[in-house]
């Protein structure tokens, strides 16, 4: 049963992957998310314009059987259409295994992988990643983080403080991707009272960064996400997200810059980095404060 879940869900990762990259291909940042033509056109390639046929519109294995080059033109299809796909049918799979992992049921007294907790927090989380991975692709590209992923973010961070606040509040393994490491830093009287703080952490870190920077080294978009993200995740865990992205961050343009690809004045897109760190809390936050504290020899 379990297993049977896992492949439906991973297959439709993959359809809504491909969905992704027809949607971030087709984003205007002059138009916006919502005047988006989503539907309707014929797939083609983007190159000679030939109508594609079913067969070289199947996730991931199109890309793989046809090499990776148009099989009219014969130029090379873009590397984002099978890594977006793959990256979303993992995110559909991995994500409730990370939440069934944490023992969110074993908490609220509700056993069993697919429980109504497991199902709703899963549901929340996937839409989580789905938008990490639309703006990631967008900001990559345009250099612009959409207002309307930011918003949707926040309202599902909301949504998540509710369903933690309903399902047993802090006793959902301390309401933290840390775990117990998260009881040091406090705030921990109320989930929207810790949950709106990190938000605020997240909206005044970025606004002195682009202060100091005289709005050269971050844009707003960054400190809108930063926002929904402090929603989401909540206190401390948005310190940890913050600073991952920029470990990542500065070593992924040093060394662009070493390799000549990139010189100090031009600009990053920082949506995907803050994307990477986020996803690195979710994933592997209690095993980081281990490795980081088990180095001093507490536990
Ligand atoms: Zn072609």
């Known amino acids: 049963m379990t297993f049977l879940f896992y492949t439906i869900l991973a297959v439709f990762g993959l359809i809504i992957g491909s969905f992704l990259n027809v949607a971030t291909l087709r984003y205007d940042p002059d138009r916006g998310f919502l005047n988006m033509r989503l539907f309707g056109g014929r797939s083609h390639c983007l190159r000679c314009r030939t109508q594609l046929a079913w067969y070289e519109l199947i996730p991931v294995l199109s890309y793989v059987f046809l090499l990776g080059r148009c099989r009219h033109c014969k130029r090379s299809i873009s590397l984002q259409y099978p890594i977006v796909e793959l990256f979303t049918a993992v995110a559909f799979v991995a994500v409730p295994m990370r939440i069934e992992s944490m023992a969110y049921m074993f908490f609220s007294g509700v056993a069993g992988a697919l429980s109504a907790v497991h199902l709703a927090v899963s549901a929340l989380w996937i839409a989580v990643f789905v938008l990490f991975i639309a703006l990631a692709v967008i900001d990559f590209r345009h250099m612009i983080i959409p207002d309307?992923?930011?918003?949707?973010?926040?309202?599902?961070g909301v949504a998540l403080a509710g369903v933690t606040q309903?399902?047993?509040?802090?006793?959902?393994?301390?309401?933290?991707?840390?775990?117990?490491?998260?009881?040091?830093l406090g705030f921990r009287e109320s989930i929207w009272v810790n949950h709106f703080f990190a938000a605020f952490v997240g909206l005044v870190f970025f606004g002195l960064i682009i202060g100091l920077s005289r709005g050269r080294a971050m844009g707003w978009g960054d400190l809108k996400l930063a926002g929904a993200l402090g929603l989401i995740f909540g206190w401390p865990d948005i310190v940890l997200v913050l600073m991952l992205s920029f470990i990542i961050g500065s070593i992924v343009s040093v060394g662009l810059m070493v390799r000549g690809r990139k010189t100090m004045g031009d600009a990053v897109p920082f949506g995907p980095f803050l994307v990477i760190g986020a996803a690195t809390v979710f994933f592997f936050g209690f095993r980081i404060m281990s490795l980081y504290f088990g180095s001093f020899g507490v536990v």
């Open 148 to 156: 309307f992923i930011s918003i949707a973010l926040a309202a599902i």
């Open 166 to 184: 309903w399902f047993g509040g802090f006793s959902l393994l301390h309401g933290s991707f840390m775990g117990h490491y998260a009881m040091i």
